[in-house]
Nanobody
Framework: QVNLEESGGGLVQPGGSLRLSCAASGFTLDYYTIDWFRQAPGKEREGVACISRNGDSTYYEDSMKGRLTISRDNAKNTVYLQMNSLKPEDTAVYYC?????????????????WGQGTQVTVSS
């Protein structure tokens, strides 16, 4: 089976932290730039972070810059998204996706793999 699987979501209080994981199975993650997206109810999907295939460049969406850290462990075939100082407006389903480019700045936006998503709920 070839897919991406997210995990690590859940319910957290405002100001709390979560670490999401995006694990690849059936293929090697080394060849893919990985993007994290989120989609809140009634809103369009938006990109929040990206890491290049070798991990030497990253991108963060402005509203979450300073609160996110994206990293990857190609030996474990996994990408991580550390989220800190979470706010209620961060509540959404978070997805990871892989595209066959070298860097996040590539204009290619065709994704070879998508995960099913993991729910993040920030509430007191």
């Amino acid at each position: 089976q070839v897919n991406l699987e997210e995990s690590g979501g859940g319910l957290v209080q405002p100001g709390g932290s979560l670490r999401l994981s995006c694990a690849a199975s059936g293929f090697t993650l080394d060849y893919y730039t990985i993007d994290w997206f989120r989609q809140a109810p009634g809103k369009e999907r938006e990109g929040v972070a990206c890491i290049s295939r070798n991990g030497d460049s990253t991108y963060y969406e402005d509203s979450m810059k300073g609160r996110l850290t994206i990293s990857r462990d190609n030996a474990k075939n996994t990408v991580y998204l550390q989220m800190n100082s979470l706010k209620p407006e961060d509540t959404a389903v978070y997805y990871c996706a892989g595209r066959g480019t070298y860097s996040c700045s590539s204009s290619l936006r065709t994704y070879s793999y998508w995960g099913q998503g993991t729910q993040v709920t920030v509430s007191s």
